[in-house]
């Protein structure tokens, strides 16, 4: 019997964590941010940066589930909704940081359009790092345990415990 822990590789440590989610959340965010400039010339920038926003974190959220946080195989639609959900606060992030440009500066320039993109983009991938990592491809430590066949059925007997016992317990087992 296959379990959830033999399909799924070991979870990386935090700090390898974040190194993957910056090589791969980078590289498609900086492909990203010269896509959004380039499409831009022919549509607005709004629409591009939205259109651009679907495409990179459908792609990213791929990357990050089989390489990242080491899920081991494709993200699951729930995987891909959640992630979506940190896209649109992501998509939030730049937009406003580009009008906000817009109002300060008459006719800015490319170079500072892309150092104010970026570095909202960079604000907002730390941000969504947190959200992956913790929410969307976190384990259960229920996922973790493996299951046990017996010859006959265990049955358990559960004793009530009044709920400061309740508690200690639940504090113990976390």
């Given at each position: 019997?296959?379990?959830?822990?033999?399909?799924?590789?070991?979870?990386?440590?935090?700090?390898?964590?974040?190194?993957?989610?910056?090589?791969?959340?980078?590289?498609v965010?900086?492909?990203?941010?010269?896509?959004?400039?380039?499409?831009?010339?022919?549509?607005?920038?709004?629409?591009?940066?939205?259109?651009?926003?679907?495409?990179?974190?459908?792609?990213?959220?791929?990357?990050?589930?089989?390489?990242?946080?080491?899920?081991?195989?494709?993200?699951?639609?729930?995987?891909?909704?959640q992630?979506?959900?940190?896209?649109?606060?992501?998509?939030?992030?730049?937009?406003?940081?580009?009008?906000?440009?817009?109002?300060?500066?008459?006719a800015?320039?490319?170079?500072?359009?892309?150092?104010?993109?970026?570095?909202a983009?960079?604000?907002?991938?730390?941000a969504?790092?947190?959200?992956?990592?913790?929410?969307?491809?976190?384990?259960?430590r229920?996922?973790a345990?493996?299951?046990?066949?017996?010859?006959r059925?265990?049955?358990?007997?559960?004793a009530?415990?009044?709920?400061?016992a309740?508690?200690?317990?639940?504090?113990?087992?976390?």
């Amino acid at each position: 019997m296959e379990t959830v822990q033999s399909r799924q590789q070991a979870a990386p440590s935090a700090f390898i964590a974040f190194a993957r989610f910056v090589l791969f959340g980078g590289g498609v965010g900086l492909g990203s941010s010269f896509a959004v400039a380039a499409l831009a010339s022919w549509i607005s920038w709004a629409l591009a940066n939205a259109l651009i926003t679907v495409v990179s974190t459908l792609l990213a959220t791929e990357l990050h589930a089989r390489f990242t946080f080491g899920a081991g195989g494709r993200a699951t639609r729930r995987q891909h909704l959640q992630s979506a959900g940190s896209a649109v606060a992501a998509y939030s992030v730049t937009s406003v940081a580009m009008l906000v440009l817009q109002l300060l500066v008459a006719a800015p320039g490319a170079v500072l359009q892309q150092i104010v993109y970026l570095s909202a983009s960079a604000l907002a991938g730390v941000a969504r790092f947190a959200v992956l990592r913790l929410v969307v491809f976190a384990r259960n430590r229920s996922q973790a345990v493996v299951p046990v066949r017996t010859a006959r059925p265990v049955h358990a007997t559960v004793a009530r415990a009044s709920a400061p016992a309740a508690l200690a317990m639940l504090l113990r087992a976390a």
